[in-house]
């Protein structure tokens, strides 16, 4: 996988990206866990959700969110993070002029700050939000959400409590004009632990309903992280 270097809003950004091999391929984003408890771009579900995408033809960029890894700058609560993945996808849209359309997944933190993102650009038609921390940070601003999406968590996530998520995911299926998508997993805490096979398997199923079953390519949909396998302690 390539690594790539550049200009985010705080100074260099270090990424991974791997462009599809057909033109006119989708953008995915892939936006890791909290900075500030382990939460890099190796995580492992950010892995997996990496190579889920390629695998299915898309362009996908990962990348270290400011202070992370080798990215410049420091933690800003969310709002420069915010700004580091608008220009992320910035970016990518660059390299993908004629990229027919956007997806985003985000991981905990990630899935917060990806919300966010896909409320500012209209070119994202779909998301995967995986344990999104609806009670540690507001979720109110997805007044309408935009897309069509998935939330994923586990039932065993004392982070994120389901309910607080049932709760959020609740208003907005009310919505209309969208169609919100569930999936629990049984046994599964805030960080998927040993249970990372199963999320990958709702999330596939997800993707298969919305895009059509694929073939995979050379590289397998799931592989384990390269460095840290988790990153986080106890906080989104």
């Given at each position: ?76 609560h969310g709002s420069g993070e915010l700004s580091d993945a608008a220009s992320a996808l910035d970016w990518a849209q ?143």
């Amino acid at each position: 996988m390539p690594e790539v270097i550049f200009n985010g809003p705080a100074g260099r950004i270090e990424g991974r990206y791997h462009p599809a091999k057909k033109r006119r391929a989708p953008i995915a984003l892939i936006l890791h866990p909290h900075p500030q408890f382990g939460g890099t771009m190796n995580n492992q579900i950010v892995y997996n959700l990496y190579y889920t995408f390629l695998n299915r033809g898309f362009s996908v960029l990962r990348f270290n969110f400011r202070g992370v890894g080798r990215s410049q700058g420091n933690f800003d609560h969310g709002s420069g993070e915010l700004s580091d993945a608008a220009s992320a996808l910035d970016w990518a849209q660059a390299l993908n002029p004629d990229a027919r359309a956007c997806w985003i997944a985000g991981v905990s933190f990630g899935a917060w700050i990806g919300m966010q993102l896909l409320m500012r650009r209209p070119e994202v038609e779909g998301f995967i939000s995986v344990a999104p921390p609806a009670n540690r940070f507001d979720f109110s601003f997805l007044a309408p959400c935009p897309s069509s999406g998935l939330f994923v968590h586990g039932d065993q996530d004392r982070v994120a409590p389901m309910k607080d998520v049932q709760t959020l995911i609740e208003k907005l299926k009310t919505q209309k004009g969208i169609v919100i998508d569930q999936a629990v997993v049984p046994g599964a805490n805030h960080f998927f632990e040993n249970r990372t096979e199963e999320l990958m398997v709702e999330v596939n199923a997800y993707l298969d309903k919305r895009l059509g079953a694929v073939e995979p390519e050379e590289t397998p949909a799931a592989l384990p992280a390269p460095d840290d396998q988790s990153g986080e302690d106890d906080a989104a």
